[in-house]
Structure formats: structure tokens, C-alpha cells
């Protein structure tokens, strides 16, 4: 490998008349790439050459002789030169590196450490979608990098399989469940199925009580609506798994919100003996002003009904005492910036420091459509699967005519298109 470092101290060194080793002790990593690869800071030069540091930044500037295939260019900050190496270059050495090695940039910084990361966390009977892509794609790379450097990772699929609507998902299958073969494409079936009883739901007072019902039902435990709902559940996930086998991700645990569901009783008990749980409008929440968060969490409805936040609770309570970590991230679009906040600020009264304080939320921008942001209730949304297969199409179009005597075409256009929706995302 190259040691960039060193090359800029020399060219550094023939300019000021001062030992290359020296030089190359002032040198320093800026925490924003924004500011190059390396810095140089000239204030360490200044009272022996009698200069003020951005005159020196300038001079060296001026008189240093850079090989552009090795340090692309340098700037001047203020005091500071500030230099950039060549990618292409850094690119090929790494590359060079790894081939030699399985364990290039491997460390063991993590040994005894436990990170758990909770991604991709798509919801069931519905389509899996970009965004859902996002979280997949950043997260599996987290998991990844940390497992590398030796921590103790793991890889939590937080499935959104819980809430009311599974009530009128087990209506609409009692009543149209024989009209629809989800041996094949279940997932939008479902959805199908799901819009056409929210319709009616809307015109038939009825038919909304009978989904109340079997919700309760299905939260008691009711044999039929508990196998139904594992059904949906089955049928999901054998689609979500085929993403995630093209992606080559895996997860330690599926625990998603429908797990937490018997351990909220707990939450609302800790913050009722802490004193955090206030009434307002008939729900309890906690209040979250003096943590300088205006909306205040909601822990029960009126209606007496946990929140997904309550879950999310319940969630940070059994992840601290089942995996003792040291940093528990969430990967989620940005828009549940606020969710992540309250919960966080909530978790002080519930875990040890340790804990709350190793809770993080990575946080991405949403993938905003041409025709506006994604919703599946307005039918507005990509699915992955067309994604994939588009690309692996147009990349397969490139090679026809870049390269058409490729052989395997079709294995390198699988291999190319998923490279590039993994490293766009990235
Ligand atoms: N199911 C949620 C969604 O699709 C994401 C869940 C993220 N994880 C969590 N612990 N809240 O928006």
C-alpha cells in the first residue's frame, strides 16, 4: 500500500527546508472529507518560520510538486493544505490489498462488545418498498462492518406485524378468503383484500365492530384468528426472503412489535411508579418538555390500546437485558425522527444509562417518487422486486452492446445489477 501520508511530509518537507519525519508528525485526518484526505495544519511552522500560517499554506502551495496520480490536489483553508488523493489510485491499492488478504482492515476494537442493529423492519401483508430497501441495504452494511471489527452484532428484523389492521385483514379472509390463490403473489393480494375491507369497514358500521372483534380476539390468543395471522405472517416473509437472499442479508432475530405485545404491561407499570405518566384527553403520556421535545409521548389510547411507540419501548427494556448492549441503532428513514427522539427520551426512565445512552438512531433520507412521496395506502409506491429486475435488464442491455461476446451475460447482469442498488444506496 501506498503511504500517502508519508509522500505528502516528503513533498511537504522539499518546500519548507524542515525534516520530512517532523513534518509528517503534524499531519492529520479532518473529520470531514470535505477537508481532503489529509491535512496539513501550518500554525506548528509559524514562529519558526515567522510567518503567519495561511502566507506558509500558500507558499507550500505554490512551490510543492505533486504527482496528480497519487495526490490529486491540494487547497488552502485558512492555515491549512488541505490534500486530496487520487480515488482512482486509493481505489486500486485497496482493491490490491484485499486480494492478498481476507483480513484487510480487520480488527478486534469490538471484542466484548455488543451492538444490535434493528433494520429493514418492512410490515407484513404489505409490499416491501424502497424505503424498506434503504434500511435493508445501510443496515446489512452496518452489520457487516461491525462484525468485522470484532463486536458481538446482532441483526434484529423489528417486522411490523401488529395493530388493528390485522382485525380487518382476518374479516376480509372470512369473507373473501376463497376468491383469492395466495399460493402466488400473496403479499398484493392482500393488500387487495386489505383495501376492499377498509371500504367497506367505511360504509358498514358492522363489519368495523366484527374487525374490532378480531382483534381482541387475536390479542387473547384466539386459536383461528392466531393461526390466520401467522399465515399472513408465513406468506410475507417467503416473499421478503427472496430480497433478502438476492441482497445476501441475514438476521438473528425476527422479533417484531407482535412480540412486545405482552411485555408493554411492564412499561406503563415502571412510568406509573416513576411518576411520568400523565393524563391527557384520556390517553397516558409521558411528557416530554423538559427534555425540550414539544410533543409528549404517547404510551396508551384512550381507548386503553398500546402505540407502536409502547412496543418500541418494551423493545429497548428486553434488547438491554437480553443483549447487554453497548449501542442499539435503529436504521429508519428520517421521517421517524421524532418517534426515535421521544422513545429515546422516554428509555431514561426505564434502562440504566449504559443503555440509553447507546441508543441511536440512523437516520436516511426518504426516497421521494416523481410523483411525490411513497404511500401504500395510495397505491404510490415501487416494489422492490420490479426494482431488481429492471436493472439487472438494463445492465444486461449495456453489455449487449458494450460487450456482446460476453459469455455468461445473464450471470454478470445479475451480479452488476445488484452491485448497483447496493452501492447506489450505500
Ligand atoms: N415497521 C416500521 C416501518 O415500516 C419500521 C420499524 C423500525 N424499527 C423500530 N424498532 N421501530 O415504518
Keep these: 500500500m501506498i503511504d500517502f501520508k508519508k509522500k505528502i511530509a516528503e513533498e511537504i518537507s522539499k518546500t519548507v527546508n524542515i525534516e520530512k519525519e517532523e513534518i509528517e508528525t503534524y499531519i ?22 515567522k510567518k503567519a500560517p495561511p502566507i506558509i499554506a500558500n507558499e507550500i502551495k505554490e512551490k510543492i510538486e ?37 483480513k484487510y482492515g480487520k480488527t478486534n476494537i469490538g471484542n466484548g462488545k455488543n451492538i444490535v442493529v434493528d433494520y429493514s423492519s418492512p410490515n407484513i401483508a404489505k409490499p416491501f418498498h424502497i424505503g424498506h430497501l434503504r434500511s435493508t441495504v445501510i443496515g446489512g452494511a452496518l452489520y457487516n462492518i461491525y462484525k468485522y471489527l470484532g463486536y458481538n452484532v446482532t441483526g434484529v428484523n423489528h417486522l411490523g406485524d401488529y395493530g388493528t389492521q390485522f382485525g380487518k385483514m382476518i374479516e376480509a379472509y372470512k369473507m373473501w378468503g376463497s376468491e383469492y ?8 393480494k392482500m393488500v387487495d383484500m386489505y383495501v376492499r375491507i377498509n371500504n367497506l369497514c367505511k360504509e358498514d358500521e358492522a363489519v368495523l365492530e366484527r374487525c374490532r372483534e378480531n382483534f381482541k380476539l387475536l390479542e387473547e390468543g384466539d386459536k383461528y384468528c392466531t393461526e390466520l395471522w401467522e399465515h399472513f405472517k408465513e406468506l410475507s416473509l417467503k416473499e421478503f426472503d427472496k430480497i433478502y437472499d438476492i441482497l445476501g442479508v441475514k438476521f438473528d432475530s ?31 403520556i409521558v411528557d416530554l418538555a423538559d427534555e425540550g421535545i414539544e410533543t409528549p409521548c404517547i404510551i396508551k389510547k384512550a381507548n386503553g390500546s398500546t402505540i407502536y411507540a409502547t412496543r418500541d419501548l ?73 426494482l431488481i429486475t429492471e436493472t439487472i435488464e438494463k445492465a444486461k442491455e449495456i453489455i449487449t452492446t458494450k460487450n456482446p461476446e460476453l459469455e455468461n451475460k445473464d450471470e454478470v447482469a445479475k451480479k ?11
Design 314 to 386: 418494551a423493545a429497548i427494556l428486553y434488547r438491554a437485558r437480553t443483549y447487554d448492549f453497548d449501542k442499539c441503532l435503529y436504521v429508519v428513514a428520517y421521517e421517524q425522527n421524532l418517534h426515535f427522539k421521544q422513545i429515546f427520551a422516554v428509555a431514561k426512565y426505564l434502562v440504566d444509562e449504559k443503555y440509553y445512552k447507546g441508543l441511536i438512531h440512523v437516520s436516511y433520507g426518504m426516497v421521494q417518487l416523481p410523483t411525490g412521496k411513497m404511500s401504500t395506502r395510495l397505491g404510490n409506491v415501487v416494489k422492490i422486486e420490479d
Design 416 to 426: 452488476v445489477g445488484i452491485a448497483a442498488i447496493i452501492f447506489n444506496t450505500l
Design 181 to 188: 390463490d395466495l399460493s402466488e403473489d400473496a403479499i398484493n
Design 66 to 102: 505533486l504527482d496528480t496520480s497519487i495526490i490529486e490536489d491540494v487547497q488552502v483553508v485558512g492555515g491549512y493544505l488541505n490534500f486530496y488523493i487520487n480515488k482512482e489510485t486509493i481505489t486500486k491499492e485497496v482493491l490490491k490489498e484485499i486480494s492478498k488478504t481476507e
Design 254 to 284: 425476527l422479533n417484531g412489535e407482535a412480540f412486545y405485545s405482552d411485555k408493554t404491561d411492564e412499561v406503563v407499570e415502571m412510568l406509573k411508579e416513576k411518576g411520568k405518566l400523565t393524563e391527557s384527553e384520556g390517553a397516558e
Design 28 to 49: 492529520e485526518k479532518p473529520i470531514d472529507n470535505k477537508n481532503g484526505d489529509y491535512a496539513f495544519p501550518c500554525f506548528r511552522l509559524a514562529k519558526e518560520l
